[in-house]
T-cell receptor, first 119, second 112 residues
Framework: GAVVSQHPSWVICKSGTSVKIECRSL??????MFWYRQFPKQSLMLMAT?????????EQGVEKDKFLINHASLTLSTLTVTSAHPEDSSFYIC???????????????FGPGTRLTVL | SQQGEEDPQALSIQEGENATMNCSYK?????LQWYRQNSGRGLVHLIL?????REKHSGRLRVTLDTSKKSSSLLITASRAADTASYFC????????????FGSGTRLQVQP
């Protein structure tokens, strides 16, 4: 199946700093990427939908000025957590969708996740 | 998006026993998918069932879907210690942005 990578796989940063997480589709073009967040022992919650070449759509309660999403190419979306605080510590997972591959099952391909720890 | 519910939240069984997890959701769907997640790791796609299907099998996995009750179940037969993980259902809602809505998850522990 198609492969999605995330970088870094884990990051530890000080409170107040910004962290950028990359999500790449390695062998297909992802017109849409989704960013999810997962707190410990909880489920995945959709944060935002990222469409190539346009502004991201954020879910209710997700601050767009804090979680900056850029989807400048068909293979790369980035999530920047600005002025990170300990409560932003979480597991961030992206998924990518290529309409040409998705078919009627809307197949999406998930990255391995990035664990962010803010001290 | 509103999350679905899964029960039980946690399940502990002996190796060789069957494990059943249930999922309820809120909206009309195109399909429902089950994923597995080992602790602190990424998601592994297990099986997808379309809204017009009622049952699907894949190896030791059996999934049912009841769209009238908006519910699904995942049965793992002859469980193994390696099946220990969290299991999530995820729905692809009709008319939605095509993002998946995940259930609350079931933590399965299979004792050797």
């Amino acid at each position: 199946g198609a492969v999605v990578s995330q970088h870094p796989s884990w990051v530890i940063c000080k409170s107040g700093t910004s962290v950028k997480i990359e999500c790449r589709s390695l062998d297909f073009q992802a017109t849409t990427m989704f960013w999810y967040r997962q707190f410990p022992k909880q489920s995945l919650m959709l944060m935002a939908t990222s469409n190539e070449g346009s502004k991201a759509t954020y879910e209710q309660g997700v601050e767009k000025d804090k979680f900056l999403i850029n989807h400048a190419s068909l293979t790369l979306s980035t999530l920047t957590v600005t002025s990170a605080h300990p409560e932003d510590s979480s597991f961030y997972i992206c998924s990518a969708r290529d309409p040409g591959l998705a078919g009627r099952n809307n197949e999406q391909f998930f990255g391995p996740g990035t664990r962010l720890t803010v001290l | 998006s509103q999350q679905g519910e899964e029960d039980p939240q946690a399940l502990s069984i002996q190796e060789g026993e069957n494990a059943t997890m249930n999922c309820s959701y809120k909206t009309s769907i195109n399909n429902l998918q089950w994923y597995r997640q080992n602790s602190g790791r990424g998601l592994v796609h297990l099986i997808l069932i379309r809204s017009n299907e009622r049952e699907k099998h894949s190896g030791r996995l059996r999934v049912t879907l009841d769209t009238s009750k908006k519910s699904s179940s995942l049965l793992i037969t002859a469980s193994r210690a390696a099946d220990t993980a969290s299991y999530f259902c995820a729905t692809d809602a009709k008319g939605g942005r095509r993002a998946l809505t995940f259930g609350s998850g079931t933590r399965l522990q299979v004792q050797p």
